[in-house]
């Protein structure tokens, strides 16, 4: 499978606990794109990264939270000192340069912040 | 700022029945146009795209024509079958190198065999 994945699928934490997930993009592509999607809502843009440059954030990413993309592959999303308020399906995206208006999902990470 | 305004759901349908999902957007300059579904535990999907006024993108037996005159991309399909039944999301891209999607909020679509 040459999909984009995310590890984990699932995630349970208590308040206040810091969490990090991974997103593996398909091997081409160099643009990567982090989204937050909560119960009932469509994704809502976080931030992406071209090869390894972070190039925009969304203002829902407060300080708390940090994406890397160190060598322009995987890239890490991580949430200190998580709220309940961050309970949500964290989407992963990739494409190409070219082609950016074409981004492949990967299945989430669905966190749930007791 | 762009927005997408789409029909609201739940919306249930019988097999073989008609299939229309309202889409508006509010955009500067001339985005790209997307229809996205997501099947039951599955991942977001492309299900079909426009770029241009006038553009239709087609997938699946779907339909979505980009009219920038009334701003809508609405989604049709002319016999909707039980496995259709999913998420469906209309999104627009602005014409920037940011690329970020804007999404609606989403309409559940059930087909009853």
């Known amino acids: 499978d040459t999909g984009v994945s995310q590890d984990p699928r699932h995630k349970i934490t208590k308040r206040g606990q810091n969490v990090t997930f991974r997103c593996d993009p398909i091997?081409?592509?160099?643009?990567l794109y982090w989204y937050r999607q909560t119960l009932g809502q469509g994704p809502e843009f976080l931030t992406y990264?071209?090869?390894?440059?972070?190039?925009?954030k969304s203002r829902l990413l407060s300080d708390r939270f940090s994406a890397e993309r160190p060598k322009g592959s995987f890239s890490t999303l991580e949430i200190q000192r998580t709220e309940q308020g961050d309970s949500a399906m964290y989407l992963c995206?990739?494409?190409?340069?070219?082609?950016?208006?074409?981004?492949?999902f990967g299945p989430g990470t669905r966190l749930t912040v007791l | 700022g762009n927005s997408v305004t789409q029909m609201e759901g739940p919306v249930t349908l019988s097999e073989e029945a008609f299939l229309t999902i309202n889409c508006t957007y509010t955009?500067?300059?001339?985005?790209?146009l997307f229809w996205y579904v997501q099947y039951p535990g599955e991942g977001l999907q492309l299900l079909l795209k426009?770029?241009?006024?006038?553009d239709k993108g087609s997938n699946k037996g779907f339909e979505a024509t980009y009219r920038k005159e009334t701003t809508s991309f609405h989604l049709e399909k002319g016999s909707v079958q039980v496995s259709d039944s999913a998420v469906y999301f209309c999104?627009?891209?602005?014409?920037?190198?940011?690329?970020?999607?804007?999404f609606g909020s989403g309409t559940r679509l059930s087909i009853r065999p």
């Open positions: 999104a627009l891209s602005g014409y920037s190198s940011a690329s970020k999607i804007i």
């Open positions: 426009a770029t241009k006024a006038d």
């Open positions: 091997s081409e592509h160099n643009r």
């Open positions: 995206a990739s494409s190409r340069r070219d082609r950016y208006n074409e981004q492949f």
């Open positions: 990264f071209q090869n390894e440059a972070q190039l925009e």
């Open positions: 955009a500067t300059g001339y985005p790209s």
